[in-house]
């Protein structure tokens, strides 16, 4: 969708170093090799389309199997002391090398790329002092479910996390790259480390010695925190005492020790079997985090044993990939049972075939992803879904409950000994090296009349991909009585939004991946989703079908709901479609972060209630008209007046976080039409 918003630009080139990554449409079914050609047959077009538009406009393009963007970022890109963007929310992964790396939707990346300024509002910062050292069990992702647990998901929202102390050198490159890169779960802008050794190790295996040389050098100038600074807020932690833990269900703040996680799972009906266990994912798929787990893998191989629960693996990387079936983590994890999935984001983000549940069935799976909404692995409102690290996940595969407790409990041998599993064990950066694994970058044309040459089709009969439209500018007129479509209760992310899995596919098709719209929200008004009534007809239908209704009668509608709106992932579609289906704007008792600006970016009005207790006042049959909106300015509430069915009105303030510059995409219609009338002005003269 980035790419679609920078052709409809105009604009020949893009102006900084970008890239494209393709790990989004592999769906996880047989295995990586043939689930990889399924994906290249089944998504031929939108891959040529994305090889092709990259090729043309100047784009670095990693082609499918190439792994998940963060850990070629990671592999490639990331460096102390970089500013980085990228659309998706766990672009922060970088910070485990030191970077400023931040998650956003793809307008603000199409700004980036065409050379404009990307502006962010000032961040607090929150200081998170590590003391003490990591070992036995503990891992980093421990680190990050702790401040989790601490923050909740909406703790860190407007704030940059940043580590320090002298608890930060006992943590891996990697693992401190696990640590930020799950910090998009509580809200957090970005996270980041200071500059240490363990960096300058993994910069050395990556083959950028210079930099990590480079960056030695500036290291208590420019890459440490400095000597007395003030934090927003301080958190502790003493990794001596920190203990595994794992988070869930159904939200990644949900903490409980391991060690209490079977007495816990009993007192809250949490089903008790693990039906799947998978590690991987961009969170957790770097050569430590397979080698530790491999090595709680071998110890059950030594005692002839096999996992009692189905087991997937996920290697972040080509380049991970190969070096793991080189070095023989991959056949240990796979004699036990497991699966080795192709290098992409697979059932992380919905892309599982899975079928050994019936939707609806109460079920658990145990991952080491970062994200456990409801249905988002597999789309089964019934998944218990617990994060935590790929050696525990590896150890409760074994045991195949959630009241096994791999830290005490013992499992039983083939030959009918009883053993406990020891702690975890392994390098951070292979002893060989890395192996590469396939070539699968393509860089583009440095000629320019050579990427003028490249062709670049959409047909206008595809259902994948779609070229935009520009939407209508306002009409300098207040909004009245816009109708509430749906009003939201509870939890609302971007999955509920607009959902992930199969829908992916129609990613490039704005129209088609409309219909995905609020299907998974919370009718405040039934308790059910996907179905509200249509005010025109009186008709309870799908949530895409009256707004599309709506729209054909001209009939702009609002939304609300209720606090951190749009958590999760920075799915820009989220934003998108209710705009493309007629809506004009969004009201809530707060926003998460990136959604709140991609709203803004498509000319949707964000707005949150001054007084979180009128969300009760509005009703799913109410009209809300927005008025004063040619005196829309920075810090102005907005005046809102809602009729209720029986003709009575009450009025409300709503606020805004609009600066100058985004009340002009608001007038636009949309930041890149105020893009296009940017560069007709600058043509002109």
């Known amino acids: 969708m980035a790419m679609l918003q920078f052709i409809s630009s105009g604009i020949e080139q893009v102006a900084v170093p970008s890239t494209i990554h393709c790990d989004h449409l592999i769906e996880a079914q047989t295995g990586g090799k043939d689930d990889l050609a399924r994906a290249k047959d089944i998504n031929k077009e939108v891959y040529d389309f994305l090889a092709t538009a990259s090729a043309k406009y100047g784009v670095g393009f990693w082609k499918p199997g ?259 079936t080189r070095d023989g983590q991959a056949q240990t994890l796979s004699a036990i049972g497991g699966m080795v999935l192709a290098n992409a984001c697979g059932p992380c983000i919905g892309q599982w075939n899975r079928k050994d549940v019936k939707k609806g069935e109460k079920n658990t799976i145990v991952t080491s992803y970062n994200r456990n909404f409801t249905g988002r692995n597999d789309a089964n409102p019934g998944t218990h879904c617990f994060v935590t690290s790929p050696e525990i996940v590896t150890a409760l595969v074994l045991g195949g409950r959630l009241d096994f407790n791999p830290l005490k409990d013992s499992l039983t041998g083939s030959k009918g000994e009883k053993f406990q599993l020891q702690a975890p064990n392994g390098k951070e950066v292979p002893p060989k090296g890395y192996d590469p694994g396939e070539d699968t970058y393509q860089e583009p044309p440095k000629q320019p009349e050579k990427r003028r040459a490249v062709s670049v089709h959409v047909d206008a009969a595809s259902n994948r991909l779609q070229l935009l439209s520009p939407f209508a500018r306002w009409d300098k007129k207040d909004l009245v009585d816009l109708p509430v479509l749906i009003k939201i209760k509870g939890k609302c992310t971007t999955d509920h939004i607009s959902a992930a899995g199969p829908w992916l596919k129609y990613r490039g098709h704005l129209d088609n991946i409309s219909n995905n719209m609020f299907i998974g929200a919370i009718n405040a008004e039934n308790g059910e989703a996907n179905k509200l009534k249509n005010r025109l007809t009186g008709e309870y239908q799908p949530v895409p079908d009256v707004a599309r209704q709506y729209k054909a009668k001209g009939i702009g509608w609002v939304a609300v709901g209720d606090d951190n709106y749009g958590e999760g992932s920075s799915r820009e579609h989220a934003a998108l479609e209710p705009r493309h289906l007629g809506g004009r704007a969004i009201i809530v008792k707060s926003f998460a972060r990136i959604h709140e600006t991609n709203l803004k970016k498509q000319g949707m009005l964000p707005l949150t209630f001054n007084n979180p207790a009128d969300y009760d006042k509005i009703q799913p049959d109410d009209t809300i008209s927005l008025t004063g909106l040619a005196g829309l300015a920075p810090g102005k509430p907005v005046k809102a007046v809602i009729k209720h069915k029986d003709g009575k009105k009450e009025e409300i303030s709503l606020n805004h976080s609009f600066n100058d510059q985004q009340i002009e995409w608001f007038k636009a219609g949309s930041a890149l039409n105020r893009m296009a009338d940017v560069f007709a002005a600058e043509a002109k003269h």
């Open 66 to 324: 190439s792994g998940i963007i963060h850990q070629i970022v990671l592999e490639n890109y990331a460096f102390p002391g970089l500013l980085l963007i990228g659309t998706d929310s766990h672009t922060p992964n970088g910070g485990g090398l030191g970077g400023l790396c931040i998650g956003v939707g793809g307008a603000d990346a199409v700004d980036v790329m065409a050379g404009l300024p990307w502006e962010l509002k000032c961040p607090k910062v929150i200081g998170v002092k590590l003391t003490g050292e990591m070992s036995g069990w503990t891992s980093a992702k421990d680190v990050i479910l702790k401040v989790a647990g601490l923050l909740t998901v909406k703790g860190g929202t407007g704030a940059i996390m940043e580590y320090h102390g002298p608890g930060t050198e006992s943590i891996s490159c990697t693992g401190m790259g696990t640590i930020c890169n799950m910090g998009a779960e509580i809200g957090a802008t970005t996270s980041i480390f200071p500059f240490n050794e363990r960096m300058r190790r993994y910069l050395n295996a990556t083959n950028r010695k210079e930099i990590g040389d480079a960056a030695a050098h500036y290291r208590e100038q420019l890459l440490t925190p400095d000597q007395g600074c003030q934090y927003d807020q301080l958190i502790e932690i003493d990794l001596n005492k920190l203990e595994p833990l794992i988070n869930g269900p159904y939200t990644p703040d949900l903490m409980t020790r391991v060690s209490d996680l079977g007495e816990t799972a009993k007192k809250n009906g949490w089903p008790l079997e693990i039906k799947v266990g998978l590690i991987g994912s961009c969170t957790n798929s770097s050569y430590e985090d397979m080698e530790r787990s491999a090595s709680i893998a071998q110890q059950a191989l030594d005692h002839g044993i096999k996992a009692k629960s189905s087991f997937t693996i996920t290697p972040g990387s080509e380049q991970v990939r190969a070096t793991i």
